[in-house]
């Protein structure tokens, strides 16, 4: 189950992430997950859950976006969404195609927390 490196890989950036910006803590974690990338999003989220212990993202909720296919054709000189993990144009059935988008694994955003400092006085 390549998902378990994959899930390492994802808390080593948000950990490096967090500490450049000086965040206590990660509450939330949004990936993009391509229906041709290879990844599962329910193993994703269980490998999350299993890593995410002990680290800054120990309480983090992970939000997995699955993005569909797009096609772009250059038969009928258009870009289009599809359910079918396949290179065929749905609209006229050319495979002088390219995929432009849904082969992606993509970290599209964190949601930082900040312990609140007392303020000393210099009295």
Known sequence: MHEFSIVQNLIDLVEKFASKNGADRVS???VSVGVLSGVEPHLLELAFETFKEGT???KAKIVIEVEK???RCFD???????????AIC????????????GDELILKSLELEYEEKEAQDKS
């Open 28 to 30: 939330k974690v949004v």
């Open 56 to 58: 800054v993202a120990e």
């Open 69 to 71: 296919l797009k096609v």
């Open 76 to 86: 009928c000189e258009q870009i289009l969404e599809k359910e079918e993990p396949n």
């Open 90 to 101: 749905p609209l006229c059935g050319s495979l002088n195609t390219e995929v432009e988008g």
